[in-house]
């Protein structure tokens, strides 16, 4: 008789010898030799037979031949069977033709702003293809300034930027990636003296329905045409949860599904991230993969440890904020002063400045970004010039992932976020937004308060569910006015004139407007 040790992760236990096996396996046949190897295109892997039967299936993700049913090959998982191609009449793949040029595809278009006169894309391909971003009204050709694989076998991410663009115009663009193109797409450069912007916020955003958040993709849809950006406070697309979805996707217990949720939520999002920029912040559930199979497969563990997917996926405006990749950046955008906080890493208290989201049990080693005390000294920096610039853009808003505050106005980690809070109220912040915690919650300081008021929107909808509790209001005893929903699936909009901020807190289900208020504040002409 096997005896088995249990791995226990939440609600799910299951053999820990299934997880080793199936790692155990994967490694084998990455070593081994099979009738499928040394077939480089998708036409003469698929077209292998053996006494008449097909025998190998073409991935489209790794660009790789492999035997029908290897664990080995990234379309392994049901998941993937969309990127899977084969003639076998017992194959689970969801192609039996080739796709010509498919490797050179650009997937999972996304844009970031890049100071006052520029605009960031970043893409996905299959394979190590040379692209440029095309602007069609010049016919311009800015090739990729980088081309990252952080996973072997799971695509490369580039990165072109657009500089010089004239405020208050529109730019058609499109990404050529060796004659593969994707559709054309608009978006607009904000004048330099814009008065007035809209912008939509999210957090804790699960995958499609499996996620559950398919009420707030199209809540967000709803909201895009009025809004300007919208902006993510961490938690993005949940695919360090791909494994514990049983019912939908029950090979993913055991499996490697981290890639193929990362990429479905980009693919699902694209639409909405394309023509207008989608600006993020480092959640916990960027840290790290800690799903049985990359706790059994150390080379999926360190390839995705220590924020490595987020920060090759995205491409925020640290460069011309002088933060650190996406960790830490700041920017301006019609009357506001933006600062994207890292509430995870690079200070005393934090979570993960040590440990990913598993912890010292299972997580690996995470933060040190930048020296000892450049965080904060960065933050401290960037909030002293946005003050001393409040005549040309009066309101500074902060957004990071942990918030203080919870529920009808709990405190909440207190110790996660002490040094930023400091540095905020020091400063004058005026608005911190937030998630992590997984229900909508508001509070408002007292007038004459130094206090910052903070908003949690974290109840897009994830695999996790709902906090729960009733809708509460009232007035704590330190002052401060709440409002707390934790059943409520919700987004949120900041109209910001340079006399006010107004924020809306959106029902995704039903659109209705369920909490608002609105600081307002005199500003010299």
Request: glycine letters at 10%; aromatic letters at 10%; a negative charge.
């Amino acid at each position: 008789m096997v005896r088995s040790s249990y791995l226990a992760l939440g609600a799910l236990v299951f053999p820990r010898n299934s997880v080793a096996q199936d790692a155990d396996a994967e490694a084998q046949n990455f070593g081994a030799k099979s009738s499928c190897d040394g077939f480089s295109d998708c036409g003469s892997c698929s077209s292998k037979t053996i006494l008449g039967a097909h025998t190998c299936s073409w991935c489209e993700i790794d660009l790789g031949c492999h035997d029908l049913g290897s664990v080995a090959s990234p379309c392994a998982t049901s998941m993937e069977n969309n990127h899977c191609v084969s003639k076998a009449t017992l194959s689970s793949c969801d192609k039996s033709e080739c796709t010509v040029g498919d490797a050179e595809v650009p997937r999972h278009l996304h844009l970031a702003v890049a100071g006052p006169t520029g605009m960031r894309v970043a893409w996905k391909t299959n394979g190590p293809a040379s692209c440029s971003v095309v602007v069609e009204s010049s016919g311009l050709k800015v090739p990729s300034e980088t081309r990252t694989q952080y996973l072997v076998g799971h695509g490369y991410h580039h990165v072109a930027t657009l500089t010089a663009l004239t405020p208050g115009s529109d730019y058609g663009y499109h990404v050529d990636c060796e004659g593969q193109t994707s559709q054309t797409r608009t978006f607009h450069v904000p004048a330099t003296d814009l008065s007035e912007a809209s912008f939509l916020f999210v957090g804790d955003q699960g995958t499609q329905e499996a996620g559950q958040g398919t009420k707030t993709r199209t809540r967000l849809e709803a909201l895009k045409a009025s809004t300007d950006m919208t902006v993510h406070v961490g938690d993005i697309g949940y695919a360090d949860d791909s494994f514990i979805h049983p019912v939908l996707f029950p090979d993913c217990v055991a499996s490697f599904c981290y890639e193929a949720v990362f990429d479905r939520y980009m693919d699902w999002m694209e639409s909405h991230i394309d023509d207008k920029p989608f600006m993020v912040t480092p959640g916990n559930h960027e840290s790290e993969c800690h799903s049985p199979n990359c706790i059994a497969n150390r080379g999926h563990a360190d390839a995705l440890r220590n924020f490595s997917a987020y920060n090759t996926r995205f491409a925020m405006p640290s460069k011309e904020s002088n933060g650190v990749m996406n960790m830490w950046y700041s920017f301006d955008y019609g009357p506001v002063h933006f600062v994207a906080a890292n509430t995870e890493t690079d200070f005393d208290g934090a979570v993960e400045g040590k440990f990913g989201d598993g912890g010292w049990e299972v997580g690996l080693k995470a933060g040190s970004f930048g020296q000892d005390g450049e965080y904060l000294r960065w933050l401290e920096a960037d909030l002293i010039a946005a003050s001393a610039n409040r005549a040309d853009r009066p309101w500074i808003v902060a957004y990071g992932h942990r918030p203080w505050f919870t529920r009808d106005h709990r405190s909440k980690d207190p110790e996660a976020t002490a040094p930023l809070r400091a540095l905020y109220e020091k400063y004058g912040v005026d608005l911190y937004l937030a998630g992590h915690v997984h229900a909508y919650s508001s509070h408002l300081p007292p007038a004459g308060s130094s206090e910052v008021p903070v908003v949690v929107t974290g109840a897009a909808g994830c695999d996790e569910g709902l906090e729960g509790w009733a809708k509460a209001e009232g007035v704590a005893d330190d002052g401060y006015k709440y409002y707390t929903d934790g059943q409520m699936y919700q987004v949120g909009t900041l109209d910001a004139t340079r006399e006010s901020l107004t924020w809306k807190a959106h029902s995704s289900e039903t659109g209705d407007v369920f909490d608002t208020f609105t600081l307002t504040k005199q500003v010299a002409v």
